[in-house]
C-alpha cells in the first residue's frame, strides 16, 4: 500500500508538472491532482493491461511507439472520469503522458523501487 502511494505521489507531481508545461493539459485545483493521480494508478493496474495486450499488434510493428498513445489514451480516459481534469487533444494527451511517465521514473530511481527483487 506504502509503494501505491509513492507511485501516486510522483504521478501527481508529473501531472502537476503537466498542467504547469504543456498546453492543453489543465487541472482545477490540487484536490484534482490528488484524486487524478490515485484514479490513473487504478487505471494503470486495470484497464491498461488489457488495452495493451489488443494493441500488441499495432505496438510491434510501430516498435513500442503505440504505447505512447496508450499511455495518452489512459490519461484521457482519467480525464473523462474526473470534472475537473481536463486534456484537449491527442498531442497534448502525449506530451503530459511524457511528462508523468519521466516524473514517476524519477520517483522509481529516487526511492530504488525494484532494485532488490527476489
Known sequence: ???????????????W?????????????????????LLLGLVNAVVRPVVVLLTLPITLVTLGLFLLVVNAAMLGLVAYILPGLAVNGLWAGILGAIVIGVVSWFGHLLLGEGSERD
Not at 500500500?1 to 501531472?15: N, V
Not at 508538472?17 to 493521480?37: C, D, E, F, H, K
Request: glycine share 14%; hydrophobic share 65%; no cysteine.
Open 1 to 15: 500500500m506504502t509503494g501505491f502511494l509513492l507511485r501516486a505521489l510522483f504521478a501527481g507531481l508529473g501531472l
Open 17 to 37: 508538472l503537466a498542467s504547469r508545461i504543456v498546453p492543453g493539459v489543465n487541472a482545477a485545483g490540487w484536490q484534482t491532482i490528488v484524486i487524478a493521480a
